[in-house]
């Protein structure tokens, strides 16, 4: 909704440029990962996922990264277009509690400069 | 596609009052969920639903209730409405993620927006 991007790490980027979007994840037993786009005023829609028995996946424009070394996963956008303005959440899924969750990332504000 | 649809997009209601919030897929998913979305809190589990008439308490169950008659059909119900469950609420919906092997993307609602006066 409209108060999504409040308290957001932001990005800022030219259009044009590519963009690189990074998250932490904690629990080095997760086996999959998705990034999700939000839109103001809408749900968090899929962009692209990993598991864990991969380091790179690409789609079109986008490519997530995956180094489990230090626990870090990244979304990059080529060519960021003006509808790419969003907040981007990463999610990791772990198996706890004897169900698989996904547990959130805060998000980062991702604004494209004319 | 796969579409997840909640019924209201904006809801108000008025404090003790019982408020149903109703999310419908179509593609015969067997999971089905329940969030809040709140400004620098994320998104928070409530309720989630492995199978129909089944259910499962997310972090945050506290003055919620689900419901899960049809396997299409999950219903988020506030009991006793209070101020503090003034939210952004989404439901997703995934196809079921027993094995690693199996995992799959949660996918979302538009979300309703709740406000309780």
């Known amino acids: 909704g409209e108060n999504v991007g409040l308290h957001l790490p932001t990005l800022s980027v030219q259009e044009g440029d590519n963009s690189i979007i990074n998250c932490a994840y904690s629990?080095?037993?997760?086996?999959?990962f998705i990034w999700y786009k939000q839109e103001s005023g809408k749900g968090p829609q899929f962009i692209i996922d990993i598991r864990s028995n991969m380091d790179k996946r690409q789609g079109q424009r986008v490519t997530v990264l995956l180094n489990k070394t230090v626990k870090h996963l990244s979304l990059q956008i080529a060519a960021t277009q003006p509808g790419d303005s969003a907040v981007y959440f990463c999610a990791e899924n772990i198996f706890w509690d004897s169900n698989y969750q996904l547990i959130w990332g805060a998000g980062t504000k991702l604004i494209i400069k004319p | 596609d796969v579409k997840v649809t909640q019924s209201s997009r904006y809801l108000v209601k008025r404090t003790g009052e019982k408020v149903f919030l109703e999310c419908v897929q179509d593609?015969?998913?067997?999971?089905m969920f329940w969030y809040r979305q709140d400004p620098g809190l994320g998104l928070r589990l409530i309720y989630f639903?492995?199978?129909?008439?089944?259910?499962e308490k997310g972090d945050i169950p506290e003055g919620y209730s689900v419901s899960r008659e049809k396997k299409e059909r999950f219903s988020l119900i506030l009991e006793s409405a209070s101020t503090n469950q003034t939210s952004m609420y989404l439901c997703a919906s995934s196809l079921t993620q027993i094995h690693s092997d199996s995992n799959q993307p949660q996918h979302f609602g538009d979300g309703t927006r709740l406000s309780i006066l």
């Open positions: 593609m015969d998913h067997e999971n």
């Open positions: 629990n080095s037993a997760s086996d999959y």
């Open positions: 639903s492995y199978d129909v008439k089944m259910k």
